[in-house]
Structures are given as C-alpha cells and as structure tokens.
C-alpha cells in the first residue's frame, strides 16, 4: 500500500483494503512509506504493526517516493521498535538523475537508455548504504529486486560479518536483458522497469547467487502498464527524473516511460521452466524461492509455505513434462503483453489448492473472489535486531 508524500497513510490504505477484499488468494500488505512524519512513524505506523501489518517498504529513488537517509534511519528505527521488517529499493536517485540529464542533453532517448541511466554502480551504492544504515540502526532488512552481482555482493559480505541482511530477485533478471530493451519499434518499452535490466550474462551471475543462497526469495515485481497506451504515452509519468521528454517519433524519452513489467501469473512457471528444466537450480530450491523463504521472511512460517499439520494446506500441482509456448493470450492479467511472448516453457502447474480448496484448475479459476483471506502477522524472531550496535551505543533504543 503506498502513502503519498503530503499525506496520511490512512489516504490511501482504505481504498487497497476494499480492494483486496475482493481477491482469491490469501494476502498482506507492505506498508510503503514516503513520507515519515512524526504523526506517521508515532501514530499511523504502530496501529498498523497492531493489526497485522509487519513489513514496511521504502524506496531511495523516484521522485513521488523516495526517502533521505535521515528519513530511512527514522524509519529503520521506528520498525525496530514495533519489531516490522523493512524491504528496500536500492538505487542511487542523484546518480540517476545526474545521468538522465546528461543523455537527454545528448538526444540519446532509446529505451536501452534506461538502464544507461541506472547502471549496476548505482544499484550497488545504494545496496552498500541501505544495509550500512540497518547495520547502525541494527534493523533486520531485505533488499528487493536484486538485479546485478555487484548489488548481491553487497548483500553477501554484511550477511559474512553477521548483518541480517536479506536479497530478493525477479523472473526478468533472471530471463531478460538489454538486448530486450534494443528491440526495434519501441518494444524495448516493455520491458522498461527499476532497476533496468542488465547486459547479457549477468543473468547467469544471479543464478549463481541464488543457488549460494545470497538471493533466497524471486518474486514478481508485478506492475502492469498496457503497452499500447501507457508505456507509449508521453503524457505518462515516468516519474519525470531528470526533465521527461517526447521523442521526434512521438513516443516518451526513456525516462518518461512508466517503469514497471507484468509478471504475477508468469513467475512460477518461468522460473521453473529456465530454473528446474535446465539444471540451474533444484526442486526443493524451487519452492524455498517461491514460498517457504518468503513467509519465513515476513511471519508466516508454520501457516504458509510448508506442508506440516496446522498449516494452511496450500498446494500447486506441478507436471514437470509439460510444455506449450507462453502467449499473453493464455493469461488472466488486464495488460496487453506479456516480456516472455513466446517462451517455450517446460514444466507447468495443472491445480492449485488453497486452504484445502481447489482454486485453479488446468488454467480455469474456481476459486471465488472475496474468498482470499487477510493475514495478520504477528511478532516474529527473524525480524528481530541482533543485539550488535557500533561502540555498543544503541540510538534506536533512545528515539
């Protein structure tokens, strides 16, 4: 749920709980917070830890989103103190902006130059500084979409000296790279999301890392924009970073194109396909990166993510020797494409059980809407500090 610099979270998460009161699968909440005033970290944020609420998101890029340093570390304090976890987006917003500025002012608008503007070295920055700050604050964190090695190495050397640190990656940079971002006609649009897709190769490189276990969560990132309006509209917002510019063609510059890509029906069996298929990776990884890693990380270990008595009897259905070509038109999403038009996957998912109920079956959903359920999060010993501050001054304890 996002709030909006200038306003109250409680602006917009009404509006996302209706929403989510129509949904057919069980779900939470991340609670992003852009704005921290003191009525929001004293007032707003503790009543939602209380009902259940336990993972606060924040970003250090966009315009609309992005926190200062101070900002981040009164967040890092605040979830310390109501004992959240906290996920961040780790991308440099000056080096950013610095770069955007620069290719425009060189004519250089091409989609690819997207990740031009956001390469590895700005990833790794703020990677570097996110876990710095939790490590003074002594925050438990997870960094979310983990693109390049550079960012995951980061990661793995706080988690060596003990810092609890977390990675996450998506399908796209895992699949993807900037040769999809050059496609002609403006297609690389479709794949324009933060941070950018990287040169060919470095996808291998965060397999690696995945099966060192530095990345023990792949999600989607799911944020759909239809291609034929939004992604091609050079009124849309691409946060406008830098001064957002119309090509000659009529198209947005590359910083004016909506970041984000479809990916939420498509995550389990891309990854399965390119990752248990080929080899990469193993069933049981598999499932720690889809489900049992991701409810251990956010409090819903022993409910979600294992089959064990008193857990939810959540169960996909898996035949491993099924294969079809992926084509948005077999997919349930509103958005008009999809990255991986015309994938050969192998390895697809023929039921899933929710709560010991059938919800899909071969591509059909039965489940109904309304009949996913909120689940409240309650405190949790991964989210917990790890009791080591520098010089053995606690300043968090003091806010």
Avoid at 49 to 59: E, P, Q, T
Avoid at 70 to 97: P, S
Avoid at 133 to 151: G, K, N, R, T
Wanted: proline share 7%; charged share 25%; net charge neutral.
């Amino acid at each position: 749920m996002p709030q909006w610099k200038g306003h109250p979270i409680a602006a917009t998460a009404a509006g996302y709980e209706a929403r989510a009161r129509a949904s057919r699968a069980d779900y939470s909440f991340h609670q992003i917070i852009t704005d921290p005033t003191p009525d929001v970290l004293e007032r707003e944020v503790p009543a939602l830890v209380a009902r259940g609420i336990r993972s606060l998101k924040v970003f250090l890029t966009y315009d609309p989103l992005r926190l200062t340093d101070g900002q981040f570390l009164e967040v890092l304090a605040t979830a310390r103190r109501l004992g959240a976890f906290v996920t961040v987006h780790c991308e440099n917003y000056d080096a950013i902006g610095w770069r955007i500025r620069a290719l425009l002012e060189a004519g250089l608008t091409d989609p690819l130059q997207h990740a031009w503007a956001r390469p590895p070295v700005v990833e790794r920055e703020a990677t570097h500084r996110a876990i710095a700050l939790a490590e003074l604050v002594d925050q438990p964190i997870q960094v979310f979409h983990v693109s390049c090695d550079e960012a995951a190495e980061e990661i793995a050397r706080a988690r060596a000296r003990g810092v609890k640190v977390w990675g996450e990656t998506c399908p796209q940079y895992l699949t993807l790279s900037t040769d999809d971002l050059a496609k002609p006609d403006f297609e690389g649009a479709k794949v324009v999301c933060s941070p950018a897709l990287r040169a060919p190769g470095e996808s291998e490189r965060i397999w690696a890392r995945i099966r060192e276990g530095t990345l023990d969560v792949v999600s989607s990132d799911h944020c759909g924009f239809s291609f034929a309006t939004a992604k091609r509209d050079p009124g849309s917002s691409g946060y406008g970073q830098g001064g957002a510019k119309a090509r000659p063609d009529g198209m947005p510059a590359f910083n004016a194109i909506p970041n984000g890509v479809p990916g939420i029906e498509t995550r389990l069996p891309v990854l399965f396909s390119e990752g248990v298929s080929t080899g990469r990776i193993d069933l049981p990884t598999f499932v720690r990166l889809t489900s049992t890693n991701a409810a251990r990380l956010f409090g819903l270990a022993g409910r979600k993510g294992t089959l064990a008595p008193g857990a939810d009897a959540d169960l996909v259905l898996w035949n491993p020797d099924a294969e079809r070509a992926l084509t948005n038109s077999d997919l349930h999403h509103a958005i008009d494409y999809t990255p991986w038009e015309g994938m050969r996957l192998k390895g697809l998912p023929t039921m899933t059980i929710r709560r010991g109920e059938i919800a899909v079956r071969d591509g059909q959903v039965l489940a109904e809407p309304g009949s996913g359920r909120f689940l409240a999060r309650g405190p949790y010993a991964l989210a917990t500090p790890s009791g080591r501050v520098p010089d053995g001054f606690d300043a968090a304890a003091r806010r």
